[in-house]
């Protein structure tokens, strides 16, 4: 069973970047998919960012353009590069990972947060 693990959270000024990585203690280069989440406090978990097996990436209108996901199997890891941060995206940043039966796999979470 895959286990993942963030980091690269902190504190970041507006405007600033950070970069996320998620470990995982296997390969990834079976999943189907990973993604990306973050949970603001008194809100919903929401999707940030998400890349396929294949390569695809995808974003929703708040990180498109500033977020971008990358992946590099030989480390098993998976990245979360975020440029021209905003107060609005201080969080707790969840990797998350879909096994080829469709079992969802998250790791525990890593801070974020922007100051102004």
């Known amino acids: 069973q895959v286990q993942l693990v963030e980091s690269g959270g902190g504190l970041v000024e507006t405007g600033g970047s950070l970069k996320l990585s998620c470990v995982a203690s296997?390969?990834?280069?079976?999943?189907?998919?990973m993604a990306w989440y973050r949970q603001a406090p008194g809100k919903q978990r929401e999707l940030v960012a998400t890349?396929?097996?294949?390569?695809?990436?995808n974003y929703p209108d708040s990180a498109k353009g500033r977020f971008t996901i990358s992946r590099d199997n030989a480390k098993n890891t998976v990245y979360l590069l975020m440029n021209s941060l905003k107060s609005e995206d201080t969080a707790v940043y969840y990797c998350?990972?879909?096994?080829?039966?469709?079992?969802?796999?998250w790791g525990q979470g890593t801070q974020v947060t922007v100051s102004s």
């Open positions: 296997g390969s990834i280069a079976h999943l189907n998919a």
């Open positions: 890349i396929t097996r294949l390569g695809t990436t």
């Open positions: 998350n990972a879909v096994t080829p039966s469709n079992y969802l796999l």
